[in-house]
């Protein structure tokens, strides 16, 4: 469908247990098959375990650790939702300092359902037009934010969605968005 869109193009995707199985899981095969490079990031080496709307979901291999990696060596970033997931990941300092530094140099953020935590707690969301899951409307407007309520929404370098029902729109607008960070970072080389 994105053809070869993303060849070459290093995404992370920071997560833990308690991701939401579909938001890392079809994002990431959209990315994988517009041939972009995914590496799975996580607190801890192992597996993590995803929620499939409230009941176990399958365990996903972790292929680096927050301490083990340099967002220097990434492109772009995912950030999937899962209320456990993302109120844990958000705590991290580690976690925190990775999107901050990616933010800083103007590479693409996508953020889908409770996402958007590990940016407010990072501070990179005030001023900035986004949306959420419905339930954490009040975090992304109190950390200066304007939430909106639509199914994909963009902004600079960032783009989010507010639930599993909006990966296709999410997909779409993720894999444009880290296609024109590529075409960009190509033009310049």
Known sequence: MYEKSLEGLRVAI?????VQETELAEPRKALENAGARTTLIAPTA????????GKKGK?????????GV???DFDAVLLPGG?????ALRTESKAQEFVRAIDKAGKPIAAICHGPWLLISAGL??????TSYHTIQDDVRNSGAN???????????????????DIPAFN??????????????????
Do not use: C, Y
């Open 14 to 18: 920071l997560a833990t247990n308690g």
């Open 46 to 53: 192992g597996t993590i375990e995803a929620s499939l709307h």
């Open 59 to 67: 365990d996903f291999h972790v292929d680096a650790t927050l301490d």
């Open 70 to 72: 340099n967002p220097a």
């Open 83 to 87: 209320a456990l997931n993302a109120g």
């Open 125 to 130: 969301t005030k001023g900035r037009t986004m």
């Open 147 to 165: 939430w909106v309520d639509k199914e994909v929404v963009r902004d600079r370098n960032l783009v989010s969605s507010r639930q599993p029902s």
């Open 172 to 189: 779409r607008e993720m894999i444009a968005l880290f296609g024109e960070r590529k075409a960009r970072a190509q033009s310049v080389a």
